[in-house]
């Protein structure tokens, strides 16, 4: 994947970015003024300088696969700040991008934003958007206002969370992030079959353990002060991408800060278009990914779900010879035996049925996966009739 450029946004629209990074001539709940787009080509693998609803409103409509946007939170922190029990000073977020007069004007920001998104999102695209209990609430309800459909929130679980110095409230322990198509009707990514795999064969869960950025992924200017306050870590971005977007798709980032998304977007073979209003984290970035190195395709190709594969009955296999007529099949532990029948159903003593009829049988258990419960036995070894199975099927694909 080629190197990523800065691109800058018209001086016009740089000129008109206020304090909140919104564009200071925006109508309260319309989007920025209209400006030149780009050519259809889109600006892949580089970052666009300037606001980021200019930048939106210069791509092409439905252009890109996935948003991934983690906005101004409006942590609404006030002058004094955060401090320590010894009054020492938190170094929280007290940037400027973070601060809106009002919550109307930080509403009219969200919904300029996501409206801007939505028009530049493909129609099977979805959006993940990040943020804590001081905006995500407020985000989701722009969401649903705009006609976006919520599929998940995830509860990412801070492995290591700043303790509440003032002992007032809760350990704010988490972040929220929802996801959420285009409409109702998209028919969205989801790589269901690669998380469960991941997961112990288990369903992805909606809450996500998963450290805060620390070590030598944290971004430090020469002082060894933080770049960015709010530098996600790199494997809350690669979960998301690998559930949502396949190798090859554009993802968009609107607050793209120091390049998280273009870094997780750039290894795992994804493209990233990048918007920036800050020169100094956009060149911070800019250096972050052109370090960063491709997987190779091997490792990045996707699975076949089994949905998607040729459905193989077991009385296929029985024909095809891998199981005979009157063979015994027994569990991996030799507990249970059953005999195979002519029409491929199993036989124990006066009961028969499906594979997984007589498993769950023996079991005495409501449910069984046949294909993974019994085995045969060959050569002296007990082999899984589901490696029959995969067998016939990488030569139904052949």
């Not at 938190?90 to 300029?112: E, L, P, Q």
């Not at 530049?120 to 943020?131: H, Y």
Request: hydrophobic content about 40%.
């Amino acid at each position: 994947m080629a190197s990523p450029r800065t691109a800058v946004v018209g001086a016009t629209a740089r000129n008109q970015v206020s304090r909140t990074g919104r564009i200071a001539s925006a109508p309260r709940m319309g989007l920025a003024p209209s400006v030149q787009r780009l050519p259809s080509t889109l600006p892949l693998d580089e970052i666009l300088i300037g606001d980021c609803i200019a930048a939106m409103d210069r791509l092409p409509a439905e252009s890109v696969d996935c948003v991934f946007a983690d906005p101004p939170y409006n942590l609404q922190l006030g002058e004094a700040g955060l401090t320590r029990p010894d009054q020492s000073v938190v170094d929280a977020v007290d940037d400027d991008w973070d601060k809106f007069s009002s919550f109307s004007a930080y509403d009219d920001f969200t919904r300029a934003w996501l409206k801007a998104a939505r028009r530049v999102m493909k129609p099977n695209a979805t959006l993940w958007v990040i943020g804590s209990y001081h905006n995500i609430f407020r985000v989701g309800s722009a969401l649903q206002d705009l006609g976006y459909w919520i599929l998940n929130d995830i509860v990412w679980r801070k492995a290591n969370p700043m303790p509440n110095f003032r002992g007032k409230r809760f350990t704010n322990a988490h972040e929220t992030l929802i996801w959420a198509s285009r409409s109702p009707q998209a028919k969205y990514t989801f790589h269901y079959d690669a998380l469960k795999a991941g997961n112990e064969d288990l369903q992805m869960r909606s809450d996500w353990f998963i450290p805060l950025c620390t070590g030598e992924e944290r971004l430090k200017d020469e002082a060894g002060r933080k770049v960015h306050p709010t530098q996600k870590p790199e494997a809350l971005l690669a979960r998301t991408l690998l559930a949502a977007t396949n190798p090859g798709d554009v993802v968009l980032d609107p607050f793209f800060g120091t390049g998280t998304t273009g870094a997780v977007a750039k290894r795992l073979g994804r493209h990233f278009i990048g918007c920036e209003r800050d020169p100094t984290y956009a060149t911070a970035a800019r250096a972050r990914i052109d370090g960063i190195e491709t997987l190779s395709a091997a490792s990045l190709a996707l699975a076949t779900p089994k949905r998607s594969e040729p459905r193989i009955p077991f009385l296929s296999v029985v024909e095809a010879g891998h199981v005979r007529p009157g063979e015994t099949l027994t569990d991996e532990r030799r507990r249970f035996r059953a005999t195979v029948r002519p029409d491929g159903q199993l036989s124990v003593g006066p009961a028969m049925g499906s594979i997984h009829k007589v498993g769950a049988l023996v079991q005495g258990l409501p449910a069984c996966n046949g294909w993974t419960f019994w085995h045969a036995e060959r050569s002296g070894k007990l082999v899984c009739i589901d490696d029959f199975r995969t067998e016939m099927r990488g030569q139904a694909g052949a």
